[in-house]
Nanobody
Framework: QVQLVESGGGLVQAGDSLRLSCTASGKTWDITHTGWFRQAPGKEREFVALIRTGGSTQHADSGRGRFIISRDNDKGTVYLQMNSLKFEDTAIYYC??????????????????WGQGTQVTVTS
């Protein structure tokens, strides 16, 4: 089993930055890719960004140019740097880990482990 814990959410103003962290524990060698998803009130959960074991990354159009995913292997932590935040970025942000390589790793079904989520609120 793998446990994922998110942190770093908060209340910020539009234009501000936040860095979310996702720390993994347990059988972390199991994870082939780690992703960030978010769910805004009244909307379905959506893909934000992912990073694969080899280091390649993928970002959703909604955050491209503003959001950057990275990781620190020594700390077992994946980060999501969010810059120039907008009101529409308000959501609960979830970290997820997948243990099988997938051609569709930007979809929820490619992930086996999920964190509890961290709230990000952006005021306009």
């Amino acid at each position: 089993q793998v446990q994922l814990v998110e942190s770093g959410g908060g209340l910020v103003q539009a234009g501000d930055s936040l860095r979310l962290s996702c720390t993994a524990s347990g059988k972390t060698w199991d994870i082939t890719h780690t992703g960030w998803f978010r769910q805004a009130p009244g909307k379905e959960r959506e893909f934000v960004a992912l990073i694969r074991t080899g280091g390649s990354t993928q970002h959703a159009d909604s955050g491209r140019g503003r959001f950057i995913i990275s990781r620190d292997n020594d700390k077992g932590t994946v980060y999501l740097q969010m810059n120039s935040l907008k009101f529409e970025d308000t959501a609960i942000y979830y970290c997820a880990g997948g243990r099988r390589f997938s051609a569709t790793d930007d979809r929820e079904e490619a992930y086996d482990y999920w964190g509890q989520g961290t709230q990000v609120t952006v005021t306009s």
